[in-house]
T-cell receptor, first 114, second 112 residues
Framework: GENVEQHPSTLSVQEGDSAVIKCTYS??????FPWYKQELGKRPQLIID?????GEKKDQRIAVTLNKTAKHFSLHITETQPEDSAVYFC?????????????FGKGTHLIIQP | DTEVTQTPKHLVMGMTNKKSLKCEQH?????MYWYKQKAKKPPELMFV???????INESVPSRFSPECPNSSLLNLHLHALQPEDSALYLC???????????FGPGTRLTVT
């Protein structure tokens, strides 16, 4: 089955600086890579995703890059704000086609220092 | 309606009880999922239903029994649970042919 590794487990950055979270996956057949933000006591919220036919995707301050050859993908948050503080999960799916479940990384606790 | 809803929000049950968790979506999604999330851990996939048929069972113990009565509803029947089954149970849905999964708020389950 799929295995997703995520680093770092904790990331502390100054407000206004950029944050980068990295993930690797093991199954070369995976073709969908979402990122979720989860605040304490709340549901995971999809913030951005990328499919294997695209190398990069951007949505305002958030961007995701995918390197299929190396089997890794990254989340980039620019101009960080206090409300960006949360746990971020990367995930992978699609190796079975159709309605696949997600395999998540272990999460990154992002702390924005004022 | 762009939300996945779950009931109850909280559930406390004894090891001999039988209870059910409910999930509902009205987005026309054809795939629905159950995940289990322990504190400070990522969600772990339990079951996938695609077009109302069970398509993935991630070797979940039989004390968890899923049911999909129709394309909008997903239940998880619980029986003879163990204290280590205490967790947040998340339901999600997606369109069958794209992959965005949207999560419900979860049911916080405590087994005593």
């Amino acid at each position: 089955g799929e295995n997703v590794e995520q680093h770092p487990s904790t990331l502390s950055v100054q407000e206004g600086d950029s944050a980068v979270i990295k993930c690797t996956y093991s199954d070369s057949a995976s073709n969908y890579f979402p990122w979720y933000k989860q605040e304490l006591g709340k549901r995971p919220q999809l913030i951005i995703d990328i499919r294997s036919n695209v190398g990069e995707k951007k949505d305002q301050r958030i961007a995701v890059t995918l390197n299929k050859t190396a089997k890794h993908f990254s989340l980039h948050i620019t101009e960080t704000q206090p409300e960006d503080s949360a746990v971020y999960f990367c995930a992978a799916s699609g190796s079975g086609g159709g309605a696949d479940g997600l395999t998540f990384g272990k999460g990154t606790h992002l702390i924005i220092q004022p | 309606d762009t939300e996945v809803t779950q009931t109850p929000k909280h559930l406390v049950m004894g090891m001999t009880n039988k209870k059910s968790l409910k999930c509902e979506q009205h987005m026309g999604h054809r795939a629905m999922y159950w995940y289990k999330q322990k504190a400070k851990k990522p969600p772990e996939l339990m079951f996938v239903y695609s077009y109302e048929k069970l398509s993935i069972n991630e070797s979940v113990p039989s004390r968890f029994s899923p049911e999909c009565p129709n394309s909008s509803l997903l239940n998880l029947h619980l029986h003879a649970l163990q204290p280590e089954d205490s967790a947040l149970y998340l339901c999600a849905s997606s369109q069958g042919e794209s992959y965005e999964q949207y999560f419900g708020p979860g049911t916080r389950l405590t087994v005593t």
